[in-house]
Nanobody, 124 residues
């Protein structure tokens, strides 16, 4: 089973940018489709973006499409989430996750391995 560790979160102003990283260990990341999810206080964890094993296919939630970019570098065993034009409503704990089975998913239940999360706070 793969272990995931997120990093890169922090405090930014509205309109700013952050780049989140998800480093994997225990197993090569290339065998997993990957996703990013986020959870704000009092809200359910929601889908942000997903990327196929090869990196050739991506999908985004409507709320972040055009602002966020998911990418991966399998040689570095790392997945990234570039976040631009950040808004206060993007404030949440962001989680990296690996799929539990072959194929793509936008549901949290479709991902079996999760990182500890990294806090992103966007000030207004």
């Amino acid at each position: 089973q793969v272990q995931l560790v997120e990093s890169g979160g922090g405090l930014v102003q509205t309109g700013g940018s952050l780049r989140l990283s998800c480093a994997a260990s225990g197993r090569t990341l290339s065998v997993y489709a990957m996703g990013w999810f986020r959870q704000a206080p009092g809200k359910e964890r929601e889908f942000v973006a997903t990327i196929s094993r090869s990196g050739g296919t991506t999908y985004y939630a409507d709320s972040v499409k055009g602002r966020f970019t998911i990418s991966r570098d399998n040689a570095q065993n790392t997945v990234y989430l570039q976040m631009n034009s950040l808004k206060p409503e993007d404030t949440a704990v962001y989680y990296c996750a690996a799929r539990s089975a072959p194929g793509s998913s936008t549901y949290a239940s479709g991902f079996g391995s999760w990182g500890q999360g990294t806090q992103v706070t966007v000030s207004s």
